[in-house]
Nanobody
Framework: QVQLVESGGGLVQAGGSLRLSCAAS????????MGWFRQAPGKEREFVAR????????YYADSVKGRFTISRDNAKNTVYLEMNSLKREDTAVYYC?????????????????WGQGTQVTVSS
C-alpha cells in the first residue's frame, strides 16, 4: 500500500502559477504510475494529467495541455504538477493517484490509491 499527501494548493489570480506536490510513502514509488485529477463543486472528478512509472511518458487533458506539466522525482518519492496561465475554470480540489503498474491510466476507476486533495482557487 502507498500513502499520498498533496500540498501546494492555494489562492491565485487568473494568469498566475502554482506547483502542486504529491509525496508518496509506503512502497517503491518508482513502480507506480501516477496521475493528477481534479473535482470542482457539483462536478465529477476528472482526469488532468498522468505520468508513467519511469517518467518517460506523460499525457494531459485537452483543457490543460500546454499550461500544465506533470513530472516526478523517484529519488524523492514525489510527483509534481506545475500549473501556469491558470484560469477560473481550473478552480477545484486536486488529487494525486497511484497504481502499481508500468502502464498508463487516465480514468478515476483505474487508480488504487488517492491522496486527500489540495484546494486550488483561481480568482479573476
Amino acid at each position: 500500500q502507498v500513502q499520498l499527501v498533496e500540498s501546494g494548493g492555494g489562492l491565485v489570480q487568473a494568469g498566475g502559477s502554482l506547483r502542486l506536490s504529491c509525496a508518496a510513502s509506503g512502497r517503491t514509488f518508482s513502480n507506480y504510475a501516477m496521475g493528477w485529477f481534479r473535482q470542482a463543486p457539483g462536478k465529477e472528478r476528472e482526469f488532468v494529467a498522468r505520468i508513467s512509472w519511469s517518467g518517460g511518458s506523460t499525457y494531459y487533458a485537452d483543457s490543460v495541455k500546454g499550461r500544465f506539466t506533470i513530472s516526478r522525482d523517484n529519488a524523492k518519492n514525489t510527483v509534481y504538477l506545475e500549473m501556469n496561465s491558470l484560469k477560473r475554470e481550473d478552480t477545484a480540489v486536486y488529487y494525486c493517484a497511484a497504481r502499481p503498474s508500468s502502464r498508463y491510466y487516465n480514468r478515476v476507476d483505474e487508480y488504487d490509491y488517492w491522496g486527500q486533495g489540495t484546494q486550488v482557487t483561481v480568482s479573476s
